[in-house]
T-cell receptor, first 113, second 113 residues
């Protein structure tokens, strides 16, 4: 069973700052990494995913992968109060029956106006 | 296109009672999943179904059974509810393109007294 670790937070940043969220994983062979955002009382929604071939940027979001240290980070530039949510890191796990996710516990982000 | 739907939204049970959580998706996805989410523990996989007619245990299957009724529907049954099963339950589905197409339903909040 793969393990995915995250600092539970809360991480507080002022509006307009860069929020940096980190995730570490146990399986050195993991190839892809997913970030979900979950607002309080709502279901998780996919923000972005990254494969082992480098960083990925999507608007204000950037996912960065450091395979040597086995961690993946999510940077949110120009943070807005609407970014306040819990961010879940997920790593796919595959067995004979198919593919499913192992999720980290999530980091709660609070963006202060 | 409703995506992934779940019923009921909220349920209160007494210890020992049984109930079935319903999930349906209209995206023609092959794979479906049941997760539970507890504070500080993230999402944990209960059962999943890689295709119609197949099911497999996830990380925390004890106390639950599932049925993949057809391609659209995947139900989760608690035969004898226990207070430890108080949680938020999410159903999800993903397509043949891969797990990056996983979408979640709105969740069912279950309280077992």
């Amino acid at each position: 069973q793969k393990e995915v670790e995250q600092n539970s937070g809360p991480l507080s940043v002022p509006e307009g700052a860069i929020a940096s969220l980190n995730c570490t994983y146990s399986d050195r062979g993991s190839q892809s990494f997913f970030w979900y955002r979950q607002y309080s009382g709502k279901s998780p929604e996919l923000i972005m995913f990254i494969y082992s071939n480098g960083d990925k940027e999507d608007g204000r979001f950037t996912a960065q992968l450091n395979k040597a240290s086995q961690y993946v980070s999510l940077l949110i530039r120009d943070s807005q109060p609407s970014d306040s949510a819990t961010y879940l890191c997920a790593v796919p796990e595959e067995d004979n029956y198919g593919q499913n996710f192992v999720f980290g516990p999530g980091t709660r982000l609070s963006v202060l106006p | 296109n409703a995506g992934v739907t779940q019923t009921p939204k909220f349920q209160v049970l007494k210890t020992g009672q049984s109930m079935t959580l319903q999930c349906a998706q209209d995206m023609n996805h092959n794979s479906m999943y049941w997760y539970r989410q507890d504070p500080g523990m993230g999402l944990r996989l209960i059962y999943y179904s890689a295709s119609e007619g197949t099911t497999d245990k996830g990380e925390v299957p004890n106390g639950y059974n599932v049925s993949r009724l057809n391609k659209r529907e995947f139900s989760l049954r608690l035969e004898s509810a226990a207070p430890s099963q108080t949680s938020v339950y999410f159903c999800a589905s993903s397509g043949t393109e891969g797990i990056e197409t996983q979408y979640f339903g709105p969740g069912t909040r279950l309280l077992v007294l």
